[in-house]
């Protein structure tokens, strides 16, 4: 069965440093999602992403943060300058339209120090 | 978005049926329901969707009833690894979005 895979599983960084974590979602689908996961909270969304553009994103999604298709196969997340409140656990998803079923990966930890 | 409220927590043992009712009040003509799951560390993963009645698959059924207005997920003859957060959502055609409450809490025991 297909599935989303997502590099590094761990990344631990230095505030103001920046990160890019990076997804390879399954090869049919269209639509490209980030969300992130706080210790303890629930699951937030960051980002959509289709037909190489942005298609959505919440307030949490500032300038700090990018999204970029490079190629065809990758995804990625880049945080520009990361903050200590930006350590959560980092899921892309993929989906092959609106309504349909989005398939995550298994993330990626990030600890900001 | 329509606004889900479910159960915070829920206690099963081994080979028992488990049922999880969520309530979506205001949920839309072209709303779908679908439920997720996951596991400590792990990505949410898709149990099973419905838009009314009853839909069944190898993991789960899910019961909707004429209103629409609730949903129940059951899960027939848990297992501990079935020990998880369960998520209902209720979405339509056109949300890009998935937004996940607090989820029901499962523990099932030996």
């Known amino acids: 069965e297909p599935e989303v895979t997502q590099t590094p599983s761990h990344q631990v960084t230095q505030m103001g440093q920046e990160v890019i974590l990076r997804c390879v979602p399954i090869?049919?689908?269209?639509?490209f999602y980030w969300y992130r996961q706080i210790l303890g909270q629930k699951v937030e969304f960051l980002v959509s992403f289709y037909n190489n553009e942005i298609s959505e994103k919440s307030e949490i999604f500032d300038d700090q943060f990018s999204v970029e298709r490079p190629d065809g196969s990758n995804f990625t997340l880049k945080i520009r300058s990361t903050k200590l409140e930006d350590s959560a656990m980092y899921f892309c998803?993929?989906?092959?339209?609106?309504?349909?079923?989005?398939?995550f990966g298994p993330g990626t930890r990030l600890l900001v120090l | 978005l329509a606004k889900t409220t479910q159960p915070i927590s829920m206690d099963s043992y081994e080979g028992q049926e488990v049922n999880i009712t969520c309530s979506h009040n205001?949920?839309?003509?072209?709303?779908?329901i679908t439920w997720y799951q996951q596991f400590p560390s792990q990505g949410p993963r898709f149990i099973i969707q419905g838009y009314k009645t009853k839909v069944t698959n190898e993991v789960a059924s899910l019961f909707i009833p004429a209103d629409r207005k609730s949903s129940t997920l059951s899960l027939p003859r848990v297992s501990l690894s079935d020990t998880a957060v369960y998520y209902c959502l209720v979405g339509g055609t056109n949300d890009y979005k998935l937004s996940f409450g607090a989820g029901t809490t499962v523990t099932v025991r030996a």
């Open positions: 205001n949920i839309a003509t072209n709303d779908y």
């Open positions: 090869s049919n689908h269209l639509y």
């Open positions: 998803a993929s989906g092959q339209g609106e309504k349909e079923t989005q398939y």
